[in-house]
């Protein structure tokens, strides 16, 4: 029915395609076995959210050489980066003035009531430093500039725990 030069060319037009496919296959494969997305983003191993950037990664290739927008797989590929920044810091730290500070992802934001943006710029996030004597979630570069701003005061102390002690209830709340 077709001749060899047009089958080689209809091959040619469906392999990105193909590629694509097989690609989306590949990233439900390696997010498998997660109750929910929530449950994917807390407790997906590193490794895994490796080859998933692999995976993307390769999928940005085959649409770029077709002019296929790629602005989704560039969010996931930040998503799953700030996820992975988000495993290398500590519970709890403390600022350089002595304040005590949470690392938490924007599903614990959500938890809290909030937006999932920073209380400072505004922007979307996925990781936030929640300043407890603040009460307020900000982004890794606003937190950067507020330490260099903030002053000390004991007096605010017993604010701070308060809201620190509420905060981390309502994020370990389980039923919540
Ligand atoms: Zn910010």
Redesign the pocket.
Known sequence: MFNAKFKKKLTKFFEPFMKIDANKRKMQELSNGFESEDDFQRNVPVDRMDKIIEVLKDTIEVKKGIEYKTIKEEEAIHTLEELKRFRTLPKELKSPQGYRIIPLLHLDIFKLGGWGI?D??N?D?IVFMYIGVLNSA??Q??YEEWITIAKYYPQDIHVETRNIERTLKVITDENN
């Open positions: 920073c400072a710029c922007k996030q900000y982004c570069a606003c």
